[in-house]
């Protein structure tokens, strides 16, 4: 019996993340932000590019269901996030989404650390999404966020 080689099982069965690009043109280093960003994603196989910037408000984050012309992904990208973290005086600050769903217990940021390890969780579970054609829940990303914060907390 012969095997037919799929490319998208071969994908789902991948161990490593190799599929991961990182850019940072943030205020802040980019080593810090490269091992922040891969405690996010965790174990993630699909080739997505996250680009953190610098923002004037304290966070912010936003997956592309595909890649925008004018981006700078790479074309072996699949999917695009961007996030933004503010100054580091701008935290402590409040996670507003956490508010709006009765499942996700309300929580704070207590440095640019924790927004963006948050905030890269929050924005690849719509990733997720995208890639399994599931309706986009901000309840299911808001809580996602909620318990890699937690994660990171207690390492």
């Known amino acids: 019996m012969y095997r037919i080689f799929n490319p998208i099982i071969a994908l789902l069965h991948r161990k490593e993340v190799n599929n991961l690009i990182v850019r940072n043109t943030s205020i802040y280093p980019t080593t810090r932000v490269k091992e922040l960003v891969k405690f996010a994603v965790n174990s993630f196989h699909t080739r997505v590019c996250i680009n953190v910037k610098n923002s004037s408000n304290a966070y912010g984050g936003y997956a592309y269901h595909d890649i925008p012309s004018i981006s700078n992904a790479p074309r072996s990208s699949r999917y ?4 933004r973290i503010g100054k ?7 996670n507003y989404g956490s508010t709006l769903y009765k499942r996700v217990p309300e929580f704070d940021f ?5 927004a963006l390890v948050a905030v890269v969780a929050h924005e690849l579970q719509h990733v997720r999404q995208f890639v399994r054609r599931l309706p986009i829940s901000e309840s299911k990303a808001t809580l996602a966020e909620y318990k890699k914060l ?4 207690s390492k």
Do not use: A, D, G, Y
Request: proline residues 10%; charged residues 25%.
């Open 88 to 94: 580091p005086s701008q935290f402590p600050c409040k």
């Open 80 to 83: 695009l996030v961007t996030i």
């Open 150 to 153: 937690m994660e990171f907390r």
């Open 110 to 114: 207590l440095s640019w650390e924790e």
